[in-house]
């Protein structure tokens, strides 16, 4: 099988755009450049055998790189100019054969990888072709002409070469080529064109970071769902506090190590549980003395701090509390109100919750305990992440 090196160029310096660098932005859970190199190790068996990153000078990795993935990652400096970028991957790579990809395309399929490796030839190059779908006018000024769109193609990435060949070919060209294979064909070598994806397209404008956020939601897991359940005692000369909220016309009030306000606990333990982290039992033991007493909101804002740390935001809470003594629907406004300006740092209400009697039986029916259960919904936080292509979303950056 013949082995590839994927080189994905990501040295853009941004500078047309105050220094922004599109290829690091967060797409999903990932940034943007990730989504090609796992891509690219998902084909490990196919021929894939290393990535080679391009970052630009001074950059260090910006995610770390799972040294378990079957595919190493390596990383080359960039150059001032997409040819000296490029070859600088080349000569980090080692595999006979790479395919050169730019990092503002993340969502090259699977297939267009596999149609570009069967294409490349020791002396053929490959490049994903699509035909120009729009009518094509040139605009100098205020002189426009049409252009005639037959037999017009648009070019995408990853190209695909006989790495060796192609280092010769980028060290003779002009330095100022759009992309690999206008030198390879200036040098007079062959070239083979294989179908383009309309998927693949890349992330230049505003307008295709929102096309790219969209698509990137739709692929990965973009809301997890989490449950919380708490119980405990009622006794008297303890304070009854739900959802932050004091009750002070209960003459019972919960049993716990902390205030035991256990409706703070369900939907801290919901919020856990979508994001994949331990119970706040593991999170806060009883054992430790810190907790004592502690003021279970508080330890709810730390919750939440954890979760949005993994990239999720609060999307919506539901929490139902099962108690036969005290009534509790007036107080309801005012814990959603509470539980919300903890949740929702925007402020919106994000919470509902039901009281339910226990119909007089169990514990709860005898007013010996109370039950609360709560679910939460959370979404991948990266829509409200730092993400502006520019400005004005017009400006187009250097394709280094
Ligand atoms: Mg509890």
């Not at 796992?38 to 970052?55: F, K, P, T, W």
């Not at 119980?231 to 909220?245: K, M, S, T």
């Not at 033991?285 to 007493?293: E, L």
Request: proline share 5%; charged share 25%; net charge negative.
């Amino acid at each position: 099988m013949r082995k590839f090196s994927f080189v994905i160029v990501a040295g853009g310096s941004g500078s047309r755009m105050g220094g922004q660098r599109k290829q690091f932005l967060p797409l999903g859970g990932r940034s943007l450049w990730r989504w090609s190199a796992d891509r690219a190790a998902s084909l490990a068996g196919a021929g894939i055998g290393e990535i080679v990153l391009v970052l630009p000078r001074g950059e260090v990795l910006p995610q770390p790189w799972d040294e378990n993935t079957s595919v190493p990652l390596r990383i080359a400096e960039g150059g001032l100019s997409r040819a000296d970028s490029v070859l600088s991957g080349l000569l980090a790579a080692s595999f006979e054969y790479v395919m050169v990809h730019d990092a503002a395309r993340p969502f090259a399929g699977e297939a267009l990888l596999r149609r570009l490796m069967e294409a490349t030839s020791e002396t053929v190059g490959a490049v994903p072709v699509l035909p120009v779908a729009d009518a094509l006018k040139r605009v100098d000024g205020k002189q426009v002409s049409t252009v005639d769109r037959d037999g017009l193609f648009i070019t995408q990435t990853p190209q695909a070469f006989h790495r060796t060949s192609l280092m010769k070919v980028l060290r003779d060209c002009v330095s100022l080529v759009k992309d690999e294979a206008e030198a390879w064909l200036a040098a007079g070598m062959e070239l083979c064109c294989v179908e383009g994806e309309r998927l693949n397209f890349k992330v230049t404008w505003q307008d295709d970071l929102r096309m790219a956020r969209a698509l990137a939601e739709r692929e990965e897991s973009s809301q997890r769902t989490g449950l919380g359940y708490d119980v405990h005692r009622l006794v008297p000369d303890r304070p009854l506090i739900l959802g932050g909220v004091r009750i002070e016309e209960s003459p019972l009030g919960l049993l716990g190590h902390s205030d035991a306000d256990l409706l703070a606990h369900a939907v801290a333990d919901a919020l856990l549980g979508a994001a994949g982290l331990p119970d706040i039992g593991n999170l806060f033991p009883a054992s430790d003395p810190t907790y004592r007493g502690a003021d279970s909101m508080e330890l709810l804002r730390e919750v939440v701090r954890r979760v949005t740390r993994e990239g999720w935001r609060v999307s919506w809470v539901d929490a139902v509390i099962q108690a036969q003594v005290p009534r509790l629907n007036a107080f309801l406004p005012e814990m959603k109100k509470r539980l919300s300006a903890i949740l929702n740092p925007n402020g919106q209400n994000c919470v509902n919750l039901k009281a339910k009697s226990a119909e007089g039986t169990g514990d709860e029916g005898r007013g010996a305990s109370m039950t609360c259960w709560a679910a939460a919904t959370l979404c991948r936080a990266y829509a409200e992440g730092p993400d502006n292509l520019s400005p004005h979303g017009m400006n187009k950056e250097e394709n280094s």
